[in-house]
Every structure is written in C-alpha cells, then in structure tokens.
C-alpha cells in the first residue's frame, strides 16, 4: 500500500512516523511545498529574539533524518496542485525544475495546515512588512533586523504570535506598538482577564494600541508609516502581520470533499474525510468544541499532532477516536503567563447562555507559593461551570510561575469530567517555593461549595 501525506510540519509528521512503526512495509511518502519539515514553529520568536541562538535546534526532523529513521521518503520543495480522488493522484509541481507529475497513492492524508491573512490593505506587500510562519519567514525578519539595525517595530494583531513577536523585539531593545482592532489582546481570554496583560504591556514599554485598525501602509524612504482607522501615525522599520490565519483547503475543496462553514475539512472523529481514502489533521480541519459539542478551528501544535497520532491508528486498523479539542494553551507576556482551557464566558453568552442561570463563575487572586517565601506571586484565575450539574466548563490564569501548573489541573479535571467542587478533593504538592498549604485550585473547590449546598 503508498500512503501520500501532503505537509510535513506538525501533524503530517507526526502521522508518518506513528503509522511507520505500526505498519513496516507500506511506502509513504511526505510531499511538502516548502524547503524544511517537522519544524518548531511555536519556537520562531524566540529564535528571532535570541533566546534560542541556533536555528539547528528548530528542527525535529530533516527529510534525511526522516528516511534514515523511519523509511519515509520526503519531497520538499514540491507543490501539490490537485488531488483526483477517482483515479487517486495528486498532481505536483517541482519547485526547482518546474516539472509536473503524478504520484499515485492508496490512501492519502491532508496535513496543509494554515496560513497568515494578509488582508488587501494599501502598502500591505511593502519590503518591510513580514508574516511569521515558516523557517524562512524567520529567516528574512532576523536579515531585516540586521541589516537594518531596526529601531522600531508595529506589530499588527494581538494574539499569540503578535504578543510573542513584541517581547522578543522588545528584548532586542526595539521600540514596539502593538495594534489591534478588538477591545483586547488574547481573544480567548475574557476581557477582565486580559486587562493584566494591558497594564503588564504598558508597564514594559510597549506602545499598545487597542479598538484600531491599519488602514494604510505607507513608505517613507527605508520606513514604512502605520496609519490607523482613528487617523494614528506610527513609524515603523519593522511591521509583524499577525492578524490571524486561514486554513489551507482550497485542494480538499476543489477535490470535493465536504468543507465546514469556517473553511476548514469536515472530518469524522477517526480523523476521516467524506471520502472513506482521504484522511485529514491539524489547522486544515475543523474539529468539535470540547465543551460547547459546536464546529470549531483551533489551530494548536498539541492538537494537530495528537490527530496525526489517531489518523495512522485507524488506518493502521487500531480503533482510535478523537474526543474534540478543548483548546488549552499558555503565552509568555514578558514576565507574566496568560492560560487558558476550555470555553470562555463571551463564547457562552454568544451560545445564548446566561450567568446565574446556566453558568456561574469563581474568580480569586491567589499566591503562586508560600508569601513568606521569597519571589511570591499574584496568580489571577478565573473558572467557569455549569450551574447544572457543576461540570468546569472553562478556566483563565494570568500571573508568573505556576500559572502553567494549574491550567494543566484545571484542563485534566475538564477534560476528565471534574466537577467545581471536585477541586477541594484534589491534593496536590506542597513546599513553600512551590505552592501554598491550601493550593489555588483547592481554594476554588471550597468557595464553589457555596453554590450547591
């Protein structure tokens, strides 16, 4: 049998070595339009800040490593123009030679991921104006820098990449504005939450600019000047796109297979395409919400490679199913740590679910570990259940160490089936530099006794 896996970064990689070690004499094969694969994109701004000082270190996998050690062939620099379900070929293009072919394949998996939005802005395709997404993304914003010893920077969108992109050029010493359209950065918290984060931002230096648009981009000798929605005028050596992203369907869609509202592959929960041969994983699919059972994107590392991990069990004839996605993450913030997992109260009031009624909140602001022990810390941390049957449907931490440790307990006891008051059961380690007598998690089990007596 020839397994076809086209992308080769997180989830399609991790598909090819999982279903090498079930299956030793299948050929796959890992097509992928770019020059590098199985790549640590989440680690591309600290690489560009310098924290991580050799680019070799952002490589899990090359294509020789790839072959050496688990038999798989890889063509890089190779794209795929269409997959024809009924003879069951792609066409592809060689980058280099500009050669089209056919590659046959029995059963074929979608791993394209996703791709930066660059909206049709005026000046948007300007010299100095960079997506961070792949290896040579980096590549060219790191030359930039360089070259051009860059003083100041604007970085457009306030999630993940934006904020991570502002403290590495931050520590870089550039001055950095970060805009963004909504009333707040790190959409999936709630805004109460991602209040700490602004005042965290301000206090650092960061120019940050929120409810504003770009509505043009305009050169100015080696510069470019950000003009805004409200008629702000920053200048900028350096501009970062982070403005969200876009799921790469556009072969699943033109093969025929059933697309979601939100652009992005309908799959089943054995990780198949509405073609029996056709599987799909990582930002490509649309995946259920854990927690509210609605079709959702959540474009995640964690994710995608646990969705490789599933398709090759199924193919492979191992029963393997994929329960939805809870969408748990942590962002560094210079010195603070925003978390989440499962839903957030904007989300449920947009379901049409009321406070009181259908959902309660605990909010506490708790030491990270024992006060009296030096470098203690506020943890701020918001959970959510229902009123029904106390079910937690969602949690937000921000705050310095720890902050990871407990959204961890938190997404297990959601993802388990915990209930609000199940926190005061747990128990968890103790010693002062790591956390209280009565742990933060804990405390909230005791406070939601309140609400069920």
Known sequence: MKVLVIGGVAGGASFAARYRRLDKKSEITI??????????NCGLPYYVGNVIDDRAKLFVHTPESMKEKFNID???KNDVLKIDPS???????NLLTGDIYEEPYDKLVIATGSSPLKPPIPGIDGNNIFTLWTIPDTDKIKNHIEKTSAKKAAVIGGGFIGIEMAENL?????EVSIIEMADQVMAPLDKEMSEYLHAHLKDMGVNLILEDGVKEFLPKENKTVVVTSTGKKIEADLIILSIGIKPNSFLAKDAGLTIGQRGGIVVDKAMVTSNPDIYAVGDVIEVEDFVNKVPTMIPLAGPANKQGRIAANNLAGIADYYSGTQGTAAVKVFELIASSTGTNEKTLQKLGKVKGSDYEIIKIDASNHAEYYPG??????????SLSDGKILGAQIVGGDGTDKRIDILATALRLGGRINDLKELELAYAPPYSTSKDPINIIGFISEKFFD
Do not use: M, P, W
């Not at 097509?31 to 640590?40: L, Q, V």
């Not at 931050?170 to 550039?174: D, E, F, M, N, R």
């Open 31 to 40: 097509i992928d339009r770019g020059e590098y694969i199985s790549f640590a």
């Open 74 to 76: 890889v063509k890089i």
């Open 87 to 93: 003879r069951k070929v792609v066409s592809v293009k």
């Open 170 to 174: 931050h520590a870089l010493g550039i």
């Open 376 to 385: 203690s810390q506020t943890l701020h941390i918001k959970v959510i259940f």
